[in-house]
């Protein structure tokens, strides 16, 4: 696995994989119509591409595959996703250790998250600490999701 700057030849590849993991990870936490306001099952691939040109996520690559990316930018981590088929295997852990090394060579102190209810432990086990509670309305529908911190020792 490698992790390598945005390629535009993923473009279509990032908002399917952002999709299809809030689908197949975090149905137990929130409900189809939740999920669906969430991550609109009908991808604008459009709006997708104009996000990704201004936003330049890391993307985890295995193979040609993007299994992994992650959009961060400033001090904060605006999407954060591991294709469902590779979680558990050290992905989102090597995105995580690529963001905080960027933080430290930036001289950056502190990393914010909005994470959702399924991936609030996945962040907790690097040393976030949830500063808030959240209810985001998307689409008629609320979602809950957690503010949290890092403090990156540099």
């Given amino acids: 696995m490698v992790i ?6 993923y473009k279509q590849d990032i908002p399917n994989l952002f999709t299809n993991t809030i689908h197949k990870t975090c149905n137990k936490d929130y409900t189809k119509e939740q999920l669906n306001a969430w991550a609109n099952p009908n991808i604008d691939y459009d709006s997708w591409e104009k996000r990704l040109d201004k936003t ?4 985890a690559v295995i193979d040609d595959i993007i299994v992994g990316f ?33 933080t430290r060579e930036k001289n950056i102190k ?3 998250v ?6 609030k432990s996945f962040f907790e086990s690097f040393g976030f600490v949830q500063i808030k509670k959240n209810s985001v309305e998307r689409n008629n529908q609320v979602l ?5 911190e890092l403090e990156v020792n540099n």
């Fill in 4 to 9: 390598i700057n945005y390629d535009n030849k």
């Fill in 114 to 119: 909005n994470a959702s209810i399924t991936a």
């Fill in 70 to 102: 992650t959009e961060f930018y400033d001090d904060y981590i605006d999407c954060f996703y591991i294709h469902d088929a590779y979680q558990g295997q050290g992905v989102g852990k090597a995105l995580m250790t690529y963001i905080i090394n960027e």
């Fill in 110 to 112: 502190t990393i914010r």
């Fill in 144 to 148: 809950v999701n957690y503010s949290l």
């Fill in 56 to 59: 330049k996520p890391y993307l």
